[in-house]
């Protein structure tokens, strides 16, 4: 059975970094294109970032371009989302999720496009 597991989630300060991570086990990691999602309360979940199973593309929403970085492993079978410049407004419960790309340069963008998902891990900045 597929499972995503994320983890390095915690309670940080505004301006502070954190590194998630999402660990994959029973796919053949190297050709799924994954991407993270966020969802706050009482807010629908959100596109974040993606990345192709290559990881030679990838794509940030404009919230967090410029602070946020997603990466892959494809020997670890993991991606991580490093986050730096913390903001309150990146408090949510963050999610990896996983789609077989069509290619080594794809990646996809809605919560609808992506087949398996973590459990989350939260993240809360506090100001």
């Known amino acids: 059975q597929v499972q995503l597991v994320e983890s390095g989630g915690g309670l940080v300060q505004a301006g502070d970094s954190l590194r998630l991570s999402c660990a994959a086990s029973?796919?053949?990691?190297?050709?799924?294109?994954m991407g993270w999602f966020r969802q706050a309360p009482g807010k629908e979940r959100e596109f974040v970032a993606a990345?192709?199973?290559?990881?030679?593309?990838?794509y940030y929403a404009g919230s967090v371009k410029g602070r946020f970085t997603i990466s892959r492993d494809n020997a670890k079978n993991t991606v991580y989302l490093q986050m730096n410049t913390l903001k309150p407004e990146d408090t949510a419960v963050y999610y990896c999720?996983?789609?077989?790309?069509?290619?080594?340069?794809?990646?996809?963008?809605?919560?609808?496009?992506?087949?398996?998902w973590g459990q989350g891990t939260q993240v809360t900045v506090s100001s």
């Open positions: 990345i192709s199973w290559s990881g030679r593309s990838t």
């Open positions: 029973e796919l053949t990691f190297s050709r799924y294109a």
């Open positions: 999720a996983a789609k077989l790309g069509r290619d080594s340069g794809t990646y996809y963008l809605k919560t609808y496009d992506y087949t398996y």
